[in-house]
Each structure stands twice: as structure tokens, then as C-alpha cells.
């Protein structure tokens, strides 16, 4: 009966976006929406009144109302009342609370990282520690997300937590006091070598270009002479701080994006409104395949006008513009309501949500539609597909072995021993594990669980189902079987063989206990290809200038 419930419920929004997309004219279209909003309600109180079940109304709307906006894009979505809190948080960074991430690890809710300097890093809250009890509430089986609801609240409200502390046997009460808590856009700036400063940003909440800023100040005082500028991962956010940012680096009334809607108010021009900081200081942007939004505005602002050089990988492809309706009962709606060009002209965004293939599944652009642009020295540019990097890094795929580590909590958990067992470690550019220490954590694995299945034994057995599929197999199976004994995994082997990928991994997880994450990032630099790239073209300028000539 339920699945009957859920198919005529998917008829309906179906039909209803059908109408509403065949009718033509204005008046049309608001009959036939006045009457299929009609045919909603009336369907909705029947199913109320005459279903043998009780249901939940707000659950079966909700549900059907995302039904009907995942036929449009992944980012138009309806927020209701009580999601309104989680939203504002995401667009300002803001909220009342402890100031810690909550995660569930191995059926607990444990705290995974503590702000520096807020109150459950007062506390003495440590990454490991196992929340029990949110006010006397058990949370013990709740999800991590309904945990961190209930530790939200007014700044100056009062919360008690039951918590199992890191390596003891016996629970304590911890009482905190909620204060504003204000996730920083840029986690890390620092110098990286004595000319070249480091600058992550991996938001774009309210007051980004004020802390991109102030970075950039503090490492030009400190002597930085060129930039690595880190937008790997950034999934974007808000299109007045992309502006702001990109005005850093270019002059003012200089074009950074066109926005382009059905609706008169988004067919917008943004400009660069303040004179800029600085338009001379070389810049290396990172980018990844993660890099979205607002991030793609701003690299390929930077990459339109040759003003520095992207490095990493093609970017994901979002040139889409949201913004927020409100609706009754304090709900929202956010939605798409334009397209952004940058200054070539090019629309970065890669997929077509209007064309979608038979599985209602929606197209890239075709790379025979990508048309081509031109930055400011006339480099040749694509839209259609993200913002493609100057200088490409490959990244090597993580091994099967350390995925599966990290996957089972083996990682984490050897790392929070290791917290135990040692007061201090040396600083992040200096902390490395010792052989000796690696092969304790070798020797610690041993009753652990963590099989895993390599790309050569996919590979196998693909092998194997292609063949057993084509008639092949018989002819083949003796080969197939003494390959599949040769490259079978062996865990000590791997652990050997991957030795310095694992070591690497282990040490940024626990200079995290010691340092935060700050701490952590220092330490990554050595072994950051995309970070290595920068520097060197940073420090060739022959080759750097090339690069923007497009003489590379």
C-alpha cells in the first residue's frame, strides 16, 4: 500500500510539473497551477482521512515537494521552520554552540575537532571524547546531526553534557555556557618559504573578503612577496563576497560577473566597486575537481584578466546562482534564479539540468558545444565544463590500504592512543613517526579488521565475469587463477609498500590532537604536490609570465 502511496504521490508531481511546463501563456499557467494545487490538498486530506495507517503530514509534503524540485537542479530546495537555523549557519558561518565538530565513529557520537578557544576547547573537550548525554537527554543512539542540534542554542544559554573522556572508564558532567561561534573562512594563512604566503579560504560566508584580506596583509608584513591563494574544495557560498575577493586583485570598474535570469532583477552586472589591494603580487590559485560556485567566479576572474595562474584540476562546473524566497509558516525557498557569466563571457557551468536522457538523468555539455573565449592577452578559454587549470596536477589515487585505515577508524583511533601515551610531540614542521613507532602501529593492527580489494583484483575479477560472459573462460581460467594467487593482497606487504603514504596520513591525524587543525595543514605543505607546483612557478618568473602570455 505504501509503495502504491509513494507511485501515485510521484504521478502527481509528475503531472503537475507537466502542465505547468506545457502551458503557455501567464494566465494559462496560473489556472492550471491554481488547479493542480487544488488537486493537492483534496488529495492530501483523503489520503489523511481514508488511509488505514496514520501518516505524518508534514513528512509526506516535504516529501513530495523534493520530489518536484529534484526535476529542476540539485540546489533549488525547499528549507522548512526547522531547518532555517542549519541554513543561516551555512550563508554567515554563525551560530550559538560549543564550538566543536560532532561525528558518530563506530556506533558513538565522539567529538572529531574543537575550535581553538572556544568553550568545549576550554573545557578540555579533546578530539575522541564520547558524547552520552545532551541535558540529561541520552544521544547515545542518536545521529551525529541530531546531536549537534541539540548543542546549538542562544549564545549565554547554559548546556550540560555526560561525557566519556579519551582513555577513561568513567563518565563526568560537563557544563558549558553557549557562546557565538564564528567559522572562519580562512582557517590557515601563513608564510610557506621567506617570500611566498599561503592564504586558504574555504567558504564564502559573510565577511570572507575581510579575512582574505587581512591575511594578505599579515603575510605581506611578514615579507611575502608572491601568493599561493587556496580555493581547492571551496564549494562556494555568497556572490557578493566571490565580488568583493576578486576586487582584491583587479581594478575598480573592472567587470566580475554578469548574472543572467528570466526575472529583470537577475539580469545584473558586478563590478569591482573599491580600489584593490593589490594588482601586482603574483598569485598562484590552487583549484580541485570540488572547486564551486563562488570559488570558480573567483579563479576564473583571475584567469580571465591573466592576473595570476591556476594550478590542480579542472574545477566542478557550478555557474548557477541561487537565492532565498520566503514562504509561509517560516519556510524558504531557495532557488536558482540565474546563470553567471565571467568577464570572457563564458558560462562555466557543465551540466544542462533542462536536458535530461530517458533515465531523467541530466547531460554534461557536450564538448562539441563548449565555445571558446578569450582572456585579456587572448589566451583561448572554454565554458561548458568548470574552469580548467593552467599548469594540470594529477592526483594519484589513494591506496587501497590506507582508504580502508581511514575508512575503518584505524587511523583515528591509533592516533587518539597515541595522544594518550605522549604529553607533547614537536612542532608541526618538525613532527614526523619514527620506523620504530610505525611498526607499533603495524604490530597494533594486527587483530584489527580492515580487508580491502585492490584495483588489480577488480581488475581480475572483471576479468573473470567478461570472460565466463564470452564463452572465454574455460580456455583461460588456469591463467586467470595463478594471477589472481600472484597479485592477492598481502596486508604486510601493503603496509611496507605504502609505508610513507600511511605515515603521512597517520601524522597529520595526530598533530590534529596537539596543534588543531592548523597544525595539521602546516604540516601537510612538504607533501602537497599542488602547493610544490605553486612555489616553483612562483619562483620562476620567466616561466610564470609565459604562462600568462600563453607562451607556456
Request: aromatic fraction near 10%; include cysteine; proline fraction near 4%.
Given at each position: 500500500m505504501?509503495k502504491?502511496l509513494k507511485n501515485k504521490?510521484?504521478?502527481?508531481?509528475c503531472?503537475?510539473?507537466?502542465v505547468?511546463?506545457a502551458?503557455?501563456?501567464?494566465?494559462?499557467?496560473?489556472?492550471?497551477i491554481?488547479?493542480?494545487?487544488?488537486i493537492?490538498?483534496?488529495?492530501?486530506?483523503?489520503?489523511?482521512?481514508?488511509?488505514v495507517?496514520?501518516?505524518n503530514?508534514?513528512?509526506?509534503?516535504k516529501?513530495?515537494i523534493?520530489?518536484m524540485?529534484?526535476?529542476?537542479?540539485?540546489?533549488t530546495?525547499?528549507i522548512p521552520?526547522d531547518e532555517i537555523?542549519n541554513?543561516?549557519?551555512m550563508?554567515?558561518g554563525l551560530?550559538?554552540?560549543?564550538?566543536?565538530?560532532i561525528?558518530?565513529?563506530k556506533d558513538?557520537n565522539?567529538i572529531?575537532?574543537?575550535?581553538?578557544?572556544f568553550?568545549?576547547?576550554?573545557?578540555?573537550l579533546?578530539?575522541?571524547?564520547e558524547i552520552?548525554e545532551?541535558d540529561?537527554?541520552?544521544v547515545?543512539?542518536?545521529?551525529s546531526?541530531?546531536?549537534?542540534?541539540l548543542?546549538?542554542?542562544?549564545a549565554?544559554?547554559?548546556?550540560?553534557l555526560?561525557?566519556l573522556k579519551?582513555?577513561?572508564?568513567i563518565p563526568?558532567?560537563v557544563e558549558?555556557?553557549?557562546?557565538k561561534?564564528?567559522?572562519d573562512?580562512?582557517p590557515?594563512f601563513?608564510m610557506?618559504?621567506?617570500?611566498?604566503?599561503?592564504v586558504?579560504?574555504t567558504e564564502?560566508?559573510?565577511d570572507?573578503?575581510r579575512?582574505?584580506?587581512k591575511?594578505?596583509?599579515?603575510l605581506?608584513?611578514?615579507?611575502a612577496?608572491?601568493l599561493?591563494f587556496?580555493?581547492?574544495?571551496?564549494?562556494?557560498g555568497?556572490?557578493n563576497e566571490?565580488?568583493?575577493?576578486?576586487?582584491l586583485?583587479?581594478p575598480?570598474?573592472?567587470l566580475v560577473v554578469n548574472?543572467?535570469?528570466?526575472v529583470a532583477?537577475?539580469?545584473k552586472?558586478?563590478k569591482?566597486?573599491n580600489p584593490?589591494f593589490d594588482t601586482e603580487i603574483?598569485?598562484a590559485v590552487?583549484v580541485s575537481?570540488?572547486?564551486?560556485s563562488?570559488?570558480e567566479i573567483?579563479?576564473?576572474?583571475?584567469q580571465?584578466?591573466?592576473r595570476?595562474?591556476?594550478?590542480?584540476q579542472?574545477?566542478y562546473?557550478?555557474?548557477?546562482v541561487?537565492?532565498?524566497?520566503?514562504l509561509?509558516?517560516?519556510?524558504?525557498l531557495?532557488?536558482?534564479?540565474?546563470k553567471?557569466?565571467?568577464p570572457s563571457?563564458?558560462c562555466i557551468q557543465?551540466?544542462?539540468y533542462s536536458n535530461?536522457?530517458?533515465d531523467?538523468?541530466?547531460k554534461?555539455?557536450?564538448?562539441s558545444?563548449r565555445v571558446?573565449?578569450k582572456?585579456?592577452?587572448?589566451?583561448v578559454?572554454f565554458?561548458?565544463?568548470?574552469v580548467?587549470?593552467?599548469?594540470?596536477?594529477?592526483?594519484?589515487?589513494?591506496a587501497a590500504?590506507?582508504?580502508?585505515?581511514?575508512?575503518?577508524d584505524?587511523?583515528?583511533?591509533?592516533?587518539?592512543?597515541?595522544?594518550l601515551?605522549?604529553?607533547?610531540?614537536?612542532?608541526?614542521?618538525?613532527?614526523?613517526?619514527?620506523d620504530?613507532e610505525y611498526s607499533?602501529f603495524?604490530n597494533?593492527?594486527k587483530?584489527?579488521?580492515?580487508d580491502y580489494?585492490?584495483?588489480v583484483?577488480?581488475?581480475?575479477?572483471d576479468?573473470?565475469?567478461?570472460?565466463?560472459?564470452?564463452k572465454y573462460?574455460?580456455?583461460?581460467?588456469d591463467?586467470l587463477?595463478?594471477?589472481?594467487i600472484?597479485m592477492a593482497h598481502?596486508k604486510?606487504h601493503?603496509l611496507?609498500k605504502?609505508?610513507?603514504?600511511?605515515?603521512e596520513v597517520l601524522?597529520?591525524?595526530i598533530?590534529s590532537?596537539y596543534y588543531f587543525?592548523?597544525?595539521?595543514?602546516?604540516?601537510?605543505?612538504d607533501?602537497?604536490?599542488?602547493?610544490k607546483e605553486?612555489?616553483?612557478v612562483?619562483?620562476?618568473?620567466?616561466r610564470?609570465q609565459q604562462?600568462?602570455a600563453?607562451?607556456k
Amino acid at each position: 500500500m505504501l509503495k502504491w502511496l509513494k507511485n501515485k504521490w510521484l504521478v502527481l508531481v509528475c503531472i503537475f510539473g507537466v502542465v505547468a511546463i506545457a502551458a503557455q501563456s501567464p494566465t494559462e499557467k496560473y489556472f492550471e497551477i491554481t488547479k493542480n494545487l487544488d488537486i493537492f490538498a483534496t488529495l492530501i486530506r483523503e489520503v489523511n482521512a481514508y488511509y488505514v495507517d496514520d501518516i505524518n503530514p508534514n513528512r509526506m509534503v516535504k516529501s513530495g515537494i523534493d520530489a518536484m524540485l529534484n526535476t529542476l537542479d540539485p540546489y533549488t530546495n525547499y528549507i522548512p521552520e526547522d531547518e532555517i537555523e542549519n541554513y543561516r549557519t551555512m550563508t554567515t558561518g554563525l551560530y550559538g554552540g560549543i564550538g566543536a565538530v560532532i561525528g558518530r565513529r563506530k556506533d558513538r557520537n565522539i567529538i572529531l575537532m574543537p575550535y581553538n578557544g572556544f568553550p568545549a576547547d576550554k573545557a578540555g573537550l579533546k578530539i575522541g571524547d564520547e558524547i552520552l548525554e545532551v541535558d540529561g537527554f541520552d544521544v547515545k543512539k542518536k545521529s551525529s546531526n541530531d546531536v549537534s542540534k541539540l548543542l546549538k542554542g542562544q549564545a549565554g544559554t547554559k548546556v550540560k553534557l555526560k561525557v566519556l573522556k579519551l582513555g577513561k572508564t568513567i563518565p563526568e558532567i560537563v557544563e558549558f555556557q553557549r557562546e557565538k561561534i564564528k567559522i572562519d573562512n580562512v582557517p590557515y594563512f601563513g608564510m610557506i618559504t621567506s617570500d611566498i604566503g599561503y592564504v586558504q579560504l574555504t567558504e564564502f560566508t559573510s565577511d570572507a573578503s575581510r579575512e582574505v584580506k587581512k591575511g594578505i596583509e599579515d603575510l605581506k608584513a611578514k615579507g611575502a612577496k608572491k601568493l599561493i591563494f587556496d580555493l581547492r574544495d571551496n564549494p562556494g557560498g555568497l556572490l557578493n563576497e566571490a565580488v568583493n575577493i576578486s576586487n582584491l586583485f583587479i581594478p575598480k570598474d573592472m567587470l566580475v560577473v554578469n548574472t543572467k535570469g528570466k526575472v529583470a532583477e537577475w539580469v545584473k552586472e558586478y563590478k569591482a566597486l573599491n580600489p584593490p589591494f593589490d594588482t601586482e603580487i603574483p598569485i598562484a590559485v590552487l583549484v580541485s575537481g570540488r572547486s564551486a560556485s563562488a570559488s570558480e567566479i573567483v579563479s576564473g576572474v583571475i584567469q580571465d584578466y591573466d592576473r595570476g595562474v591556476l594550478i590542480g584540476q579542472k574545477s566542478y562546473g557550478k555557474g548557477l546562482v541561487q537565492t532565498t524566497r520566503p514562504l509561509t509558516y517560516n519556510s524558504q525557498l531557495k532557488v536558482t534564479t540565474a546563470k553567471y557569466y565571467i568577464p570572457s563571457g563564458r558560462c562555466i557551468q557543465s551540466i544542462d539540468y533542462s536536458n535530461r536522457g530517458t533515465d531523467g538523468a541530466a547531460k554534461k555539455v557536450a564538448d562539441s558545444l563548449r565555445v571558446a573565449f578569450k582572456t585579456a592577452n587572448g589566451r583561448v578559454v572554454f565554458d561548458g565544463g568548470g574552469v580548467s587549470p593552467d599548469i594540470e596536477v594529477k592526483r594519484e589515487p589513494i591506496a587501497a590500504i590506507t582508504n580502508s585505515l581511514i575508512g575503518k577508524d584505524l587511523i583515528f583511533d591509533f592516533a587518539s592512543k597515541y595522544f594518550l601515551e605522549h604529553p607533547a610531540i614537536a612542532k608541526p614542521l618538525e613532527f614526523q613517526i619514527s620506523d620504530a613507532e610505525y611498526s607499533e602501529f603495524v604490530n597494533w593492527l594486527k587483530d584489527k579488521e580492515y580487508d580491502y580489494t585492490t584495483k588489480v583484483e577488480t581488475t581480475i575479477k572483471d576479468l573473470t565475469s567478461a570472460a565466463q560472459k564470452e564463452k572465454y573462460f574455460d580456455e583461460i581460467k588456469d591463467q586467470l587463477e595463478v594471477l589472481k594467487i600472484r597479485m592477492a593482497h598481502n596486508k604486510e606487504h601493503d603496509l611496507e609498500k605504502h609505508k610513507s603514504e600511511i605515515k603521512e596520513v597517520l601524522e597529520l591525524e595526530i598533530l590534529s590532537r596537539y596543534y588543531f587543525e592548523k597544525g595539521a595543514k602546516e604540516a601537510s605543505f612538504d607533501d602537497d604536490p599542488e602547493v610544490k607546483e605553486a612555489i616553483k612557478v612562483l619562483n620562476d618568473s620567466n616561466r610564470y609570465q609565459q604562462i600568462l602570455a600563453g607562451k607556456k
